[in-house]
């Protein structure tokens, strides 16, 4: 009698995980064992898979992207799992098993969530999702100052863990623009530094400077007003090296600010590895737009001010589990972007953080009355961000942040004009070459 075998491969990387409070097996122990509750205790970033009989689990924190496919055999079913998509496809080609697969039947796990999947056969039942991390909404006081300092200690105590896991003496870079994310987290990783008793000459702040963008001048301004022009470095770059293609396949994405971001992030990735080979650590403020609500709403034609308030996460997950526009394959929000760093990173051989994803942080963020202090102005919304960081920054660390226009990343380095004529801004054009590389 023929015997039902379901197969489950684990390609995730496990030197990308990185806890604080367990092991890796403790961690797996309560992802398998215990309830969606007991997976919020895990401290750090993850991407954790188990497996007990027919039935699987999944789960990640929102710094840590993963994927899987499940593929057809004749002796059973077998799920594969991994960070990326050409991981997944590479192992199926080795099994003659690529005749199944199309980047589209892919599915990310959506950051938050456990994933409950049973490998019973064919047809497939649906994954069950079970929220793991839900915060409350508007619960602190509508005092700018007393949000401030929370936020910025919330984001201090997370640098803090994170420094006591890099090894002693060990440089650490900052993706630094001197714009309110990336120079609060410069400032604060400096004050905890100090704090821990920790040189801040390990410390650094790289610039990306392709020649004629505004980023460099910014991060000067911010440096110098505070006393520490000495830890810029600016990383140059020749323009005409940037390759659009490149990126889609490293990211393996095609929304078009994601590709313009992360090929920033690349060129600044390899600018920073070519001048320190064994540079490893950097750490960045990814995040901190999505926390504090501080994206263009005008831009999006499905946003309203009422529906950016309204909906918890909402920049962190996208509409959500379980809603017509999130996308299987891709998650949404920061759970599907978040990609433009972790790969990049990767991709350069560095180990990468971003405090502002960790959900201690999020969750001062999401308690935020947001409808009190703005009574649903959109202006109002746009200065809450740099009014809330700064008085948290001098809370927390003494020092006066400046605060300038928000910028995004891929719009300091270089000009807006050569900008589009390196990465001309069609999102069905990079789909289409995205999806090239599997014809």
Same mark, same amino acid.
């Given at each position: 009698?023929?015997?039902?075998?379901?197969?489950?491969?684990?390609?995730?990387?496990? /030197?990308?995980?990185?806890?604080?409070?367990?092991?890796?097996?403790?961690?797996?122990?309560? @992802?398998?064992?215990?309830?969606?509750? !007991?997976?919020?205790?895990? %401290?750090?970033?993850?991407?954790?898979?188990?497996?007990?009989?027919?039935? $699987?689990?999944?789960?990640?924190?929102?710094?840590?992207?993963?994927?899987?496919?499940?593929?057809?055999?004749?002796?059973?079913?077998?799920?594969?799992?991994?960070?990326?998509?050409?991981?997944?496809?590479?192992?199926?080609?080795? %099994?003659?098993?690529? /005749?199944?697969? &199309?980047?589209?039947?892919?599915?990310?796990?959506?950051?938050?969530?456990?994933?409950? @999947?049973?490998?019973?056969?064919?047809?497939?039942?649906?994954?069950?999702?079970?929220?793991?991390?839900?915060?409350?909404?508007?619960?602190?006081?509508?005092?700018?100052?007393?949000?401030?300092?929370? =936020? $910025?200690?919330?984001?201090?105590?997370?640098? !803090?863990?994170?420094?006591?896991?890099?090894?002693? #003496?060990?440089?650490?870079?900052?993706?630094?623009?001197?714009?309110?994310? *990336?120079?609060?987290?410069?400032?604060? +990783?400096? &004050?905890?530094?100090?704090?821990?008793?920790? *040189?801040? *000459?390990?410390?650094?702040?790289?610039?990306?400077? @392709?020649?004629?963008?505004?980023?460099?001048?910014?991060?000067?301004?911010?440096?110098?007003?505070?006393?520490?022009?000495?830890?810029?470095?600016?990383?140059?770059?020749?323009?005409? +090296?940037?390759?659009?293609?490149?990126?889609?396949?490293?990211?393996?994405?095609?929304?078009?600010?994601?590709?313009? *971001?992360?090929?920033?992030?690349?060129?600044?990735?390899? /600018?920073?590895?070519?001048?320190?080979?064994?540079?490893? =650590?950097?750490?960045?403020?990814?995040?901190?737009?999505?926390?504090?609500?501080?994206?263009?709403?005008?831009?999006?034609?499905?946003? +309203?001010?009422?529906?950016?308030? #309204? #909906?918890?996460?909402?920049?962190?997950?996208?509409?959500?589990?379980?809603?017509?526009?999130?996308?299987? +394959?891709?998650?949404?929000?920061?759970?599907?972007?978040?990609?433009?760093?972790?790969?990049?990173?990767?991709?350069?051989?560095?180990?990468?953080?971003?405090?502002?994803?960790?959900?201690?942080?999020?969750?001062?963020?999401? !308690?935020?009355?947001?409808?009190?202090?703005?009574?649903?102005?959109?202006?109002?919304?746009?200065?809450?961000?740099?009014?809330?960081?700064?008085?948290? $920054?001098?809370?927390?660390?003494?020092?006066?942040?400046? $605060?300038?226009?928000?910028?995004?990343?891929?719009?300091?380095?270089?000009?807006?004009?050569?900008?589009?004529?390196?990465?001309? &801004?069609?999102? !069905?054009? =990079?789909?289409?070459?995205?999806?090239?590389?599997? &014809?």
């Amino acid at each position: 009698m023929d015997h039902y075998i379901e197969r489950v491969v684990d390609l995730l990387e496990p /030197g990308s995980n990185r806890l604080y409070n367990m092991s890796i097996d403790e961690a797996r122990r309560i @992802l398998l064992e215990g309830s969606a509750e !007991a997976v919020r205790h895990i %401290e750090g970033s993850f991407a954790l898979l188990v497996k007990s009989g027919k039935r $699987v689990r999944m789960a990640r924190s929102l710094d840590r992207p993963m994927r899987y496919f499940l593929a057809k055999r004749q002796e059973g079913p077998a799920l594969i799992v991994a960070s990326r998509i050409d991981t997944i496809f590479e192992w199926l080609k080795a %099994e003659k098993l690529d /005749g199944q697969f &199309h980047p589209s039947y892919t599915r990310m796990v959506p950051a938050h969530y456990v994933v409950d @999947l049973q490998l019973i056969g064919c047809p497939d039942p649906d994954p069950v999702y079970t929220r793991f991390f839900a915060p409350a909404s508007g619960t602190l006081p509508a005092d700018l100052d007393v949000i401030g300092e929370a =936020y $910025v200690a919330a984001l201090a105590e997370e640098i !803090a863990g994170w420094l006591r896991t890099v090894p002693e #003496n060990e440089p650490i870079g900052v993706c630094f623009s001197g714009g309110i994310d *990336s120079g609060s987290v410069f400032l604060t +990783t400096y &004050h905890v530094m100090r704090k821990l008793g920790m *040189s801040p *000459s390990r410390l650094k702040a790289f610039v990306l400077d @392709l020649g004629d963008g505004p980023d460099f001048r910014q991060a000067q301004m911010f440096l110098e007003r505070l006393g520490l022009s000495m830890f810029l470095e600016a990383v140059g770059g020749d323009p005409s +090296t940037l390759d659009v293609n490149e990126t889609i396949r490293i990211i393996e994405d095609y929304k078009s600010l994601d590709v313009e *971001s992360a090929t920033m992030a690349l060129a600044l990735g390899r /600018g920073i590895r070519a001048r320190y080979p064994e540079w490893r =650590y950097l750490i960045d403020g990814d995040g901190g737009d999505e926390n504090l609500k501080d994206y263009p709403i005008e831009e999006n034609p499905e946003l +309203t001010i009422r529906s950016v308030i #309204n #909906n918890s996460m909402l920049y962190q997950e996208g509409w959500g589990v379980g809603k017509i526009k999130h996308s299987l +394959t891709y998650s949404g929000g920061l759970s599907r972007s978040y990609v433009r760093t972790y790969a990049t990173a990767r991709h350069c051989d560095f180990d990468g953080f971003s405090p502002y994803t960790r959900p201690e942080v999020i969750a001062v963020a999401e !308690a935020i009355p947001f409808i009190e202090l703005t009574q649903y102005s959109v202006d109002r919304l746009y200065e809450l961000k740099g009014e809330i960081v700064a008085r948290g $920054v001098r809370a927390v660390t003494g020092f006066e942040m400046p $605060v300038f226009p928000k910028r995004r990343f891929q719009q300091g380095a270089l000009s807006s004009g050569t900008l589009r004529s390196r990465l001309p &801004h069609r999102e !069905a054009d =990079y789909r289409e070459r995205f999806l090239s590389l599997y &014809h």
